[in-house]
């Protein structure tokens, strides 16, 4: 990839829930926590600390540094489970509800993509542990999401590369960003109301004629 910025695999989640999300992530290094973030801080405890485990023929790797040179991907898997048959499968874990068909599944099968990289063989599919219904959900990496993976590990690149900010979303997905603070998303989509409010916050009283303010 040369001198080009590479993407962490936790952006394209980010980037695919909210692309101004991930640029206050990585353009301004902010971050700010809220119940949701910090439940899943405590849920990764035990998948964050590097180690190795076995079971009924399986091996489980925790915290394992992956990475694909061609799209310029890197990251850590959760866990990834080694079979004795030879199948990879990568489990990325959250502390919320999977939504089908939602950003993590960007996350997850990017990490598959890693994974097949560098094992030199096929990743058909990735998992998502969820939290909050406490199983596993099976994602199939099919062609169109692997082309999902790398039209927004391009995007992201693009952003970092152009410095760009991308405007606010200003919508329901707002409630759920912690980063909502920091973004401020409606007062700044709403540009022309925001000003017309701050104008007239600050707009200073009309002097009279002889050149006194107005006490009006």
Not at 65 to 71: Q, T
Not at 148 to 164: E, G, P, S, Y
Request: glycine share 6%; aromatic share 4%; hydrophobic share 35%.
């Amino acid at each position: 990839m040369g001198d080009l910025p590479q993407v962490p695999l936790s952006a394209l989640e980010h980037f695919a829930y909210c692309p101004r999300q991930a640029a206050l992530i990585l353009l301004e290094a902010t971050w700010s926590d809220d119940a949701a973030t910090v439940r899943g801080t405590l849920a990764h405890q035990r998948v964050d600390t590097p180690g190795s485990q076995s079971r009924a023929g399986t091996r489980t790797l925790h915290a394992l540094p992956v990475w694909h040179d061609g799209l310029g991907l890197f990251g850590i898997c959760d866990a990834v489970e080694l079979h004795r048959d030879g199948v990879v499968l990568p489990i990325e874990h959250k502390s919320g509800r999977y939504r089908p068909g939602g950003p993590a599944d960007l996350q997850a099968a990017a990490q598959a993509i890693c994974l097949a990289e560098m094992f030199q063989r096929p990743v058909p599919h990735a998992a998502i542990y969820s939290g909050s219904d406490k199983r596993r959900h099976t994602i199939p990496v099919t062609d169109d999401l692997r082309q999902r993976v790398t039209d927004v590990t391009t995007a992201i690149r693009t952003m970092l590369t152009r410095q760009h900010m991308p405007p606010p979303a200003a919508d329901k997905r707002c409630r759920r960003c912690s980063l909502a603070t920091d973004c401020m998303p409606h007062a700044l989509a709403n540009t022309h109301r925001y000003r017309k409010a701050l104008a007239a916050l600050y707009d200073a009283p009309d002097p009279d004629p002889d050149g006194n303010p107005s006490d009006d």
